[in-house]
């Protein structure tokens, strides 16, 4: 069966360090996978997204990269932390392309920057 | 402005009564996703809806989409305090889905 992993699960970190969360999927080949950030009380918003190894979609312009270095991993990073980076970071995967992508999230890691 | 809108934000109801959480799409809808988040937690798949018209059960919750596929419902039959948590709408867009503003249900005794 299909797991997917992400780590650390909680992480506070002062302005202007820098990130690196990382999600791994076990059970499947060639997902597609993404990241999404929570913000406190709102929906999901989709940050970043890849359909192969080294292919990167970003959705929404910000000082947060993702890079995907095997076929199972996806990171993301950032150089520098913002108070606004704070939030819920999920990572979540999916199988086939077009439409109809049901997707299987991670359990989250939550972020907070002081 | 948001592609998807959910309603209400948040929802407060006595355990035992019925309630219905609405995901509107600015665009057609070629798969609707129901998801339910407990706090602090990922996201459970609940339902997908495709067809316009199509209504789908499990347990206690009921989703339907309408026949224009530009608007979705959520329903819950007799609420119970394992039904808390932030239910999520999120429509197909090739390759991604998006999401909507989710809605904070909370059950109380």
């Known amino acids: 069966s299909q797991t997917i992993h992400q780590w650390p699960a909680t992480l506070v970190q002062p302005v202007g360090s820098p990130l690196s969360l990382e999600c791994t999927v076990e059970?499947?080949?060639?997902?597609?996978l993404y990241w999404y950030r929570q913000a406190a009380g709102r929906g999901l918003q989709l940050l970043f997204y890849?359909?192969?190894?080294?292919?990167i979609s970003s959705e929404v312009p910000q000082n947060l990269s993702a890079s995907r270095p095997q076929d199972r991993q996806f990171i993301l990073s950032s150089k520098k932390l913002l108070l606004s980076d704070s939030g819920f970071y999920l990572c979540?995967?999916?199988?086939?392309?077009?439409?109809?992508?049901?997707?299987?999230f991670g359990p989250g890691t939550r972020l907070t920057v002081l | 402005s948001q592609e998807l809108e959910q309603s209400p934000q948040s929802l407060i109801v006595q355990e035992g009564k019925n309630l219905t959480i609405n995901c509107t799409s600015s665009?057609?809808?070629?798969?609707l996703y129901w998801y339910k988040q407990k706090y602090g937690e990922g996201l459970i798949f609940l339902m997908m809806l495709q067809k316009g018209g199509e209504e789908k059960s499990h347990e206690k919750i009921t989703a339907k989409l309408d026949e224009k596929k530009q608007q979705s419902s959520l329903h819950i039959t007799a609420s119970q305090p394992s039904h808390a948590g932030i239910y999520l709408c999120?429509?197909?867009?090739?390759?991604?889905?998006?999401f909507g503003t989710g809605t904070r249900l909370q059950v109380f005794p």
């Open positions: 890849s359909v192969g190894i080294g292919q």
């Open positions: 979540a995967w999916s199988v086939g392309s077009g439409s109809y992508n049901e997707q299987f």
């Open positions: 665009k057609t809808l070629y798969g």
């Open positions: 999120g429509a197909d867009r090739t390759d991604k889905l998006i």
């Open positions: 059970g499947t080949s060639n997902p597609n």
